[in-house]
């Protein structure tokens, strides 16, 4: 089993921030997968001038992992200039059930602040593949 080296997580995370494209916002976002390998995958967040084609920094990282062949998530580090750690939005969260449910999520900020959670605590009663076995029994 690979051990999480949380720094090392956070130092990828913020150094995908850097690689991040947010020329419309000017809201940068770094995150960092590990997987079960001890492999690394980054990513930044991506703007687009059509808004809704825009893609969050966790979901780079997460589909990276998975285009890669990794499908074991033990750990994923977001990384924002906030005051306070920022939360993933509903659509990473929603995306973190289904590819690293049981993955540990570490929230950071530029001045050190941290949290650390789960997928399931940051959205509680989420649906999920479970639910589709269900409607298909």
């Known amino acids: 089993m690979t051990l999480v080296d949380y720094e090392a997580l956070a130092t990828a ?8 494209y947010a020329p419309y916002s000017r809201f940068q976002v770094g995150a960092a997968v590990l997987t079960a390998s001890g492999k690394i995958f980054c990513g930044g967040n991506i703007e687009n001038a059509a808004y809704p084609l825009t893609m969050c ?15 074991e998530i033990l750990a994923l580090a977001v990384v924002t200039d906030t005051d306070d750690v920022a939360s993933p939005c509903g659509a990473c969260r929603q995306v973190m059930i289904e590819l690293a449910p049981r ?7 530029m001045q050190g602040h941290q949290r650390l959670t789960t997928p399931h605590a940051l959205l509680p009663h989420s649906f ?4 589709l076995d269900e409607a298909n029994r």
């Open 13 to 20: 995370a913020q150094n995908a921030r850097n690689l991040a």
């Open 57 to 71: 920094a966790e979901r780079v990282a997460l589909y990276s992992a998975y285009a890669a062949g990794e499908r």
């Open 103 to 109: 993955c540990d999520v570490l929230l950071l900020n």
């Open 128 to 131: 999920g593949p479970s639910q």
